[in-house]
């Protein structure tokens, strides 16, 4: 990838001057394509989505491409067959702008970035803190729940009819990116453009049955097995859990996304890490934390996130990615740095 990133501080983007560029963009611009990060999560797939709704409303054409499959439990978002894996965007060399939502680096599209002819235009639209912005266009805002509710804003600037499709998509993403309004990010913002939704269409009983109720009798069992593994670090300050590769083959069709989630719900540690080995030696670790910033953490172990949700990939044995994430953990805790 040649592409230079712009500066690595964060900052949050002027939310009126950029969306008025971006709307220029749309208005000049033909062709599209619309992308995430890989391993696309509600809130990612609701922008992406939201967006395709807006270049619709320009009668633009756009493709959505993402390196990853779309996890069945987001089937039920309106339009989400529009959504194209990697193996579907042969040529790419007719895109002017590339629209890349929800990702705090190009390298999180995974091969996607590659794709994207060095002649195109990128628009960089997200809310996590770390953002590269790497794009020519970045609309930032860290304070906002989500990236399905940036979109929104723009979507509403655009003087654009809210139609129950796109409540319904912008109250996934919120809900999703917000743990269903319990998270630090809920904010009267986030709790007024939900109640937005709602009278827009958004039935937040079905939201919340089509995302909770449809999981396999196996993700509830590796859950199960998962919790039996919990184990408090550094004088209970962390609490962990890991499932591996073996155990997962006893349950090939579990989700294991937001199982992290359940260790916060002990009192008394301040961060939590699941470990989940996807391949053998190679495991996908999620911090979580109530008053520390995990972000700084999944950082200096390659990865990233948001101060308070983030994750990253390491290789090893689970001794070794243990013995890693405790490393980074004490020396951050020594040190007071992670407030
Ligand atoms: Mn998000």
Redesign the pocket.
Known sequence: MNRKNGETKVRSSDPVSVHDEIKAIIKKEDRFLITTHVRP?G??LASVLVFAGLLDAFRKSCRICIDDGVPRKYDFLPGIERVKSFDDLPDSSGIGTAVVL?ASGLERTGRIGDRIPETARIVNID?HEGNSRFGEVNCILTGSS??AEIVYDLYRRCDLPLTPEVARLVYTGIVC?TGCFRFANTGAQTLETAAEMVRAGADPGKIIHDLQNRHSAHTLQALGHALTRIRFFLDDAVVGMHLTCQDLKQFPEADTEGFVNYLRMIEGPSVQFFINEVQPGRHRVSLRSHEKDVNQIAGRLGGGGHARAAGCDITGNLEQVQDRILGCLSAVFKAGRAD
């Open positions: 999560d809130d990612s929800d809310h989500s990236t990116d």
